[in-house]
């Protein structure tokens, strides 16, 4: 027998997460039910995901936890410019610099 957790993706009041149902399933095909769980998580339209696949039928018990999938954000470049030269220690990169620690006071 297996048990899927369907979660809301808001939060309430509290800051947790709400169960909105718990599906008993007479299964054994827990690998397809795991598969199918991915797949409807990455529904961004949907309001509920799927948060965890449990196999009761084993001992101990089998489960997997899942994560609702998120919009991807891009970022945008951007370039550092400082006043004066000699005093950037950062350069144009702050990311790719290995030196990020000043050494001159200002």
């Not at 001992?59 to 400082?82: G, M, Y």
Request: one cysteine or more; hydrophobic letters at 30%; a neutral charge.
């Amino acid at each position: 027998m297996l048990k899927i957790t369907y979660v809301y993706k808001t939060l309430n009041e509290q800051g947790e997460r709400e169960i909105e149902s718990v599906q008993k399933i007479r299964s054994k095909d827990y690998f397809k039910y795991v598969a199918k769980a991915r797949e409807y998580n990455s529904d961004l339209d949907n309001e509920l995901y799927i948060s965890q696949v449990q196999d009761c039928s084993q001992t101990p018990t089998h489960t997997t936890c899942l994560t609702q999938v998120r919009a991807e954000k891009t970022t945008n470049d951007f370039n550092i410019r400082a006043r004066d030269l000699k005093y950037s220690n950062i350069g144009n990169s702050p990311w790719d610099n290995v030196y990020l620690i000043p050494t001159l006071e200002f």
